[in-house]
């Protein structure tokens, strides 16, 4: 036995009396703000340079996200200058709120004063570690003098905006007591507390208390439990906008998030995607979806999922994982059988109830909300069943195979598969279809016919038809007489030793390929001589032809077998 784990010092969770929020459930979007191009970019093997850095920026404008932290312009010249071409080159609409962060320290403050001259909507985030181990191993100091670098930030922050707010900035504050997680809760409030008096927040003027996780160090609900708690002790909660910043050590933090959310909080800072140090951020994608499928608005446009990420990966080259919700590219795809068939069936249900309701297995979301499309939604190797080569067909190529076709042909591609012992790919699928049952001419074809169809009194059609048919060399002509004219071709090739082809099942519909509509036909025919049944397929503009071709082709692949 390893004891390696005994070394770990395990969470000690917060008590809390008659905690509430495991009854509440998310009903509204929260406050967004992305921290994309600070806390994501600093995590960044490569940080993004201004150009990156300004799409980057655009792209969130346009999902919708309103407050954008946009560096830390005190930290370096790179930082100051992108926040001065972002303020100078006119690049922030009128309803986004650049946020700016710095250390609790009178330089750096001052340094970000300058840096967001011009602009018209800023919040100046300004934090410092509060944390017992940071207190210990890094500060060395007690919660006095923790304390007294927040207020004394907080002093000069509140001196030095006043000019700025008279001559018509909105300039916001936000605080974040860093590594919150790992404070005792009523210390957490002690100092928020004096931040808040130091920068005369009131129920008009609200300041933003952001309370980061920011190494996640226990589960989703303990941290619930902290933040309810801290949100009933802290006086004039109704002077601050509780947020939420969490990280995702554990790999819990949008679980983290949502739990927070139901504790209280109104704001969440994410990133898209989850970048950010170590394991990353939360993911405003994941948290956002997910409120989605529950039916609430998340207020973000998703709806080119693709485009984003695109963005995404080239600007921080990062990529993003191929499972990764919503985004990734297997997340609409079902490799098992029975969930095809489930998906298939699902789509189908949606199709004949009319439902207004997303209603298919196996997807949580319309693949179509985050503009995918379903036809990469089925994948074929050995482990698919029968339905998903027919789901492919119709989804892919507008087949509409008839449901007791559908055996045959996931044996046929079953038998590929085996054999190339992996996945095949749409277009493989369509070409074994046509090559197994469309038009086949060997050993019968036909090549030439005419039909003279009549009507009797009683409105009982009446057909005859005529037909050259080629039998390797041989060329013969036949004809017969019906109530239709697969009726009478059948009965025309009866006495051409094809007496014992009974017919059992027919289906025909439209094809449409580009402006070109062709019939399609299928067929099913029994061989009395020994009970085997045989599928043909038949494809021809002309609506009567395709059912003859169809039945020509039964006929030819049961000689092949
Ligand atoms: O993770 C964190 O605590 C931070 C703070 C600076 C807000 O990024
Ligand atoms: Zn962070």
Redesign the pocket.
């Known amino acids: 036995m390893n004891p390696g784990y005994k070394k770990y010092i395990p969470f000690q969770p917060q008590q809390i009396v008659g905690r509430t929020w495991p009854d509440k459930v998310i009903r509204k979007a929260p406050m967004w703000c992305s921290?994309d191009l600070r806390?994501g970019n600093q995590a960044l093997v490569d940080p993004m340079n201004l150009e990156e850095k300004l799409e980057y920026f655009h792209t969130l404008v346009d999902i919708g996200i309103k407050e954008i932290e946009i560096g830390f312009p005190s930290a370096s010249e790179t930082e100051y200058e992108i926040c001065r071409e972002l303020i100078e080159g006119g690049h922030i609409p009128d309803d986004v709120t650049i946020q700016v962060?710095v250390q609790a320290r009178e330089h750096l403050i001052k340094k970000t004063f300058e840096a967001i001259q011009g602009a018209k909507n800023v919040i100046l985030?300004f934090?410092n570690s509060t944390s017992t181990l940071q207190r210990k191993v890094v500060f060395h100091m007690d919660t006095d003098g923790i304390t007294k670098i927040a207020t004394d930030a907080a002093d000069l922050i509140y001196e030095m905006s006043q000019p700025l707010i008279d001559a018509g900035m909105n300039l916001r504050f936000e605080y974040?007591p860093?590594?919150f997680m790992g404070t005792e809760m009523d210390y957490a409030v002690e100092i928020c507390q004096a931040v808040l008096e130091r920068l005369h927040a009131t129920p008009d003027n609200k300041v933003i208390l952001?309370l980061?996780t920011?190494v996640e160090n226990c589960m989703p609900n303990q941290f619930a439990d902290m933040l309810e708690y801290f949100c009933k002790k802290i006086p004039g909660r109704d002077s601050a906008i509780i947020s939420l910043?969490p990280?995702n050590d554990r790999g819990c933090g949008v679980a983290t998030a949502e739990m927070g959310l139901l504790a209280g909080a109104d704001r969440v800072e994410a990133t898209l995607f989850g970048n950010g140090?170590r394991t990353g951020n939360v993911d405003i994608v994941t948290l956002a979806m997910n409120m989605w499928t529950q039916g609430v608005d998340p207020e973000l446009d998703f709806s080119n999922i693709n485009k984003v990420r695109e963005m995404y990966e080239r600007c921080t080259k990062m990529p993003v994982g191929d499972r990764q919700p919503y985004v990734g590219k297997l997340v609409f795809t079902a490799f098992s059988g029975s969930h095809q068939d489930a998906i298939n069936k699902g789509s189908q249900y949606m199709k004949e109830s009319g439902s207004d309701f997303w209603e298919i297995p196996y997807l949580p979301i319309d693949p179509a909300d985050v503009g995918r499309e379903y036809e990469p939604v089925i994948r074929i190797n050995s482990q698919s069943g029968k339905g998903g080569s027919a789901y492919i067909m119709e989804h892919s190529f507008g087949y509409d195979l008839p449901k007791a076709m559908h055996p045959d042909f996931g044996a046929v591609v079953q038998k590929e598969t085996d054999a190339v012992g992996k996945e095949i790919s749409p277009d493989r699928i369509f070409e074994l279809f046509q090559q197994e049952y469309v038009n086949a001419t060997q050993p019968y074809q036909l090549l030439r016919h005419a039909f003279n169809e009549s009507l009797d009194a009683q409105g009982h059609s009446h057909v005859e038809f005529w037909g050259t048919i080629q039998h390797t060399d041989t060329i013969f002509q036949v004809s017969g007489q019906g109530n239709g004219p697969i009726d009478a071709f059948f009965n025309a090739i009866k006495d051409e030793k094809m007496s014992h082809f009974t017919f059992l099942d027919y289906a025909s519909h439209a094809v449409t390929d580009g402006s070109d509509s062709q019939g399609v036909a299928y067929i099913l025919l029994e061989d009395q001589r020994d009970g085997r049944r045989y599928w043909g397929v038949g494809l021809s503009h002309n609506i009567n032809l395709a059912p003859l071709r169809a039945i020509l082709s039964a006929i030819n692949r049961s000689k092949r077998k």
């Open positions: 921290v806390d962060l985030h934090y974040s860093e590594s952001n980061p920011t910043h990280h140090e």
